[in-house]
């Protein structure tokens, strides 16, 4: 049997107690709660398939993976858009970042024959805080007040983290820490 899983970078709880707040703003205001269904993360390689009997060489390959790198600064500033449905924190460009995707999809397409469903899209790390739900109308109105607010975080990627859609929103199954953050 199939089950859905993806791979991201979480802030650590404090970050993501913030990023949680501003999704509920969001939910209240402008009526989108898809959001609301994972924990605040940057995405790097968006949901895919697999079936259980290859999950454990999932969680292999990414635990080697991850010892291969070390821990990062990650700067969000700001917000920024997909429109006409997606507002984000935007991340701030960052090397390590691009690198870090380029070298995973290619580990896991090399070894697992896993592919990012979105691989001929751009790159664009972000943090979503509205999505899939929110209509073009509420789009247009939150944007107009976002768009322009200030906001900054910055934190240090300790992990990579393997998410599993289950009972109707993504929960963390596993962590990997980069090599020197053990």
Do not use: C
């Not at 006409?84 to 960052?94: D, E, W």
């Amino acid at each position: 049997m199939n089950q859905k899983f993806f791979i991201a970078l979480l802030p650590p709880d404090s970050i993501q107690d913030e990023v949680r707040q501003i999704q509920h703003d969001f939910r209240d205001r402008y009526s989108t709660q898809s959001t609301l269904k994972s924990p605040p993360h940057i995405t790097l390689i968006p949901p895919f398939e697999l079936s259980s009997d290859r999950l454990e060489p999932l969680q292999i390959a990414l635990e080697k993976f991850a010892k291969t790198r070390s821990p990062f600064t990650i700067n969000l500033s700001g917000f920024a858009a997909f429109p006409p449905r997606v507002i984000y924190l935007n991340v701030t460009p960052n090397p390590t970042l691009p690198n870090l995707y380029v070298d995973i999809a290619a580990t896991l397409a090399n070894n697992l024959d896993i592919h990012d469903p979105y691989a001929s899209r751009p790159f664009v790390p972000h943090m979503t805080v509205a999505f899939r739900d929110l209509t073009p109308e509420n789009f247009e109105q939150a944007w107009a007040e976002f768009s322009d607010r200030q906001i900054k975080f910055e934190f240090e990627s300790i992990n990579l983290t393997l998410l599993k859609y289950e009972a109707q929103k993504w929960n963390i199954l596993s962590t990997f820490p980069w090599q020197s953050s053990i």
